[in-house]
C-alpha cells in the first residue's frame, strides 16, 4: 500500500486512480486547517494518552504496524512496526511482496501473537450496511478507554484492495483511535451525530476530530469505488472494520499504564537500512491509591512478558495520590518490545 497525503489531512492507502494520485503528497509537518482537524469545545471526552507520528512507507505501506504501536502506547507497550508484520502470516490475496503487510485477514494472528488482548468488530457476520452498529461498537469501546485500530475506504478509490474477498479488503487505510467526545454524558450508549471521535493519521503529527455523521461511505460490491457521503476524503463503509485493544493477555490484573517516548516522532526505518535507537520511555500509572503499595514490571522482548520476578522489575514505590509518573532510566531499542505492567503489591510482597 502506498501511502500519501490528501492535501494537507490524510495519508492514503493502496494505489489510488489517478485523480486522487494527482492530489497526493507526503508531509509530515503540513498544517491542518479543515473542520475535522479542528477540536471541538465539547462538555465531555475521555481521549487516551499518546502520541501521533509518521509511519513507514515501504513494501505496501506500515500503517497497520503503526496504528497498532501507537494504539498500544495508550497501554504501556512500545511495539517496532517490524516487530508487528513478524508476529504474523501473510494475508491471502496480499502481494508476497509486501512482508505480512497488516489487513484484515491477519490481524487479530498479530494482536494475539504479540500477547494483545483485542476484540473486533464482527465485520464477517454482521447484516449490511453496518456503520450504525459499528458506530455504536466503536463509541462503546472507547468510552471504556480501549484504544481502536479501524481501517477506512478512500473516497473514489475501488475495492476489495488488492486480490483479497469479500468480506475482506473493503478498506485503504488503517489508523490509530484514541478517543471520543460527546455533548451528552459518556453514560449515554447513544451515537449522537455530532458525537466526535478522535484518530492520528500515520502521516503527520496532528489529531483529527471527525463527527459520527460525516464517517458515513457508501460502496456498490467488487471493483466499485468507494463514496465519502460526509465531505471528508475518508470513510467508513458498508463492511466496517475495528479492533479495540483493551490491554494484555495476562492473567494478573494491572493498573491503567500509558507510555510517552523520546524521541517520538518517527522510528527509524529498518526496511531502508536505518539503525535502530535507544528510546526513553516515560510512564503514567493512574488508578491507584494512596499508601499503597505498587510495582512496575518491564519485558523486552514477547516471549519473556508476562513472567511476574524480581529481575523484571523496573521499580516499586508508594502512591502519594492516584498518579504516579515514572521515567526509566534504562532505554530500550528501537527495533524491539518493551512492554510494561504496574500492579499493587500487598504488605508480605505478594501481587494482588
Same mark, same amino acid.
Given at each position: 500500500m502506498l501511502h500519501g497525503t490528501f492535501l494537507f489531512a490524510f495519508a492514503a492507502a493502496l494505489p489510488p486512480n489517478a485523480e486522487?494520485?494527482?492530489?497526493?503528497?507526503?508531509?509530515n509537518t503540513a498544517p491542518c486547517n479543515g473542520e475535522a482537524c479542528q477540536k471541538p469545545a465539547t462538555k465531555y471526552e475521555l481521549i487516551s494518552k499518546s502520541q501521533p507520528g509518521v509511519q513507514w512507507n515501504d513494501n505496501g505501506g506500515y500503517c497497520g504496524?503503526?496504528?497498532i504501536q501507537r494504539a498500544m502506547l495508550a497501554k504501556g507497550a512500545w511495539i517496532?512496526?517490524?516487530?508487528?508484520r513478524d508476529h504474523t502470516s501473510?494475508?491471502?490475496?496480499?502481494?508476497?511482496?509486501?512482508?505480512?503487510?497488516?489487513?484484515?485477514?491477519?490481524?487479530?494472528?498479530?494482536?494475539?501473537?504479540l500477547k494483545i488482548k483485542g476484540v473486533g468488530f464482527d465485520y464477517k457476520n454482521m447484516a449490511l450496511p453496518q456503520q450504525d452498529a459499528y458506530f455504536k461498537w466503536l463509541k462503546k469501546q472507547l468510552v471504556a478507554g480501549h484504544t481502536v485500530v479501524w481501517m477506512i475506504m478512500w473516497n473514489y478509490a475501488s475495492y476489495p484492495a488488492y486480490n483479497m474477498k469479500i468480506p475482506e479488503g473493503v478498506h485503504g487505510h488503517i489508523e490509530p483511535v484514541i478517543g471520543i467526545q460527546?455533548?451528552?454524558?459518556?453514560?449515554d450508549e447513544t451515537v449522537y451525530d455530532d458525537d466526535n471521535v478522535v484518530?492520528?493519521?500515520?502521516?503527520?503529527y496532528n489529531m483529527y476530530y471527525p463527527t459520527f455523521k460525516s464517517l458515513y461511505g457508501d460502496w456498490s460490491g467488487t471493483g466499485a469505488s468507494a463514496e465519502c457521503t460526509g465531505g471528508l476524503s475518508y470513510c467508513i463503509g458498508p463492511y466496517s472494520y475495528g479492533w479495540a485493544l483493551e490491554g494484555f493477555l495476562d492473567e494478573q490484573e494491572g493498573l491503567p499504564l500509558s507510555l510517552s517516548i523520546d524521541p517520538w516522532e518517527r522510528e527509524p526505518d529498518l526496511v531502508q537500512g536505518s %539503525?535502530?535507537? @535507544?528510546? $526513553?520511555? +516515560?510512564?503514567?500509572?493512574?488508578?491507584l491509591t494512596a499508601a499503597s503499595t505498587y510495582s512496575i514490571y518491564r519485558w523486552d522482548s514477547v516471549e519473556e512478558a508476562f513472567t511476574y520476578?524480581? %529481575?523484571?522489575? @523496573?521499580? $516499586?514505590? +508508594?502512591?502519594?495520590?492516584?498518579t504516579f509518573i515514572f521515567q526509566d532510566p534504562a532505554t530500550f531499542s528501537s527495533a524491539g518490545t518493551t512492554y510494561y505492567r504496574c500492579v499493587e503489591v500487598s504488605f508480605d510482597g505478594v501481587l494482588v
Open positions: 486522487i494520485a494527482g492530489r497526493i503528497q507526503w508531509n504496524s503503526w496504528a517496532s512496526q517490524q516487530q508487528v501473510p494475508s491471502p490475496g496480499a502481494p508476497a511482496s509486501h512482508n505480512n503487510e497488516i489487513l484484515s485477514p491477519n490481524i487479530d494472528e498479530a494482536l494475539s501473537n460527546s455533548n451528552h454524558p459518556l453514560t484518530h492520528y493519521n500515520d502521516g503527520n %539503525s535502530p535507537i @535507544a528510546i $526513553t520511555g +516515560t510512564l503514567t500509572a493512574t488508578g520476578s524480581d %529481575s523484571y522489575k @523496573a521499580t $516499586t514505590f +508508594t502512591a502519594s495520590s492516584d
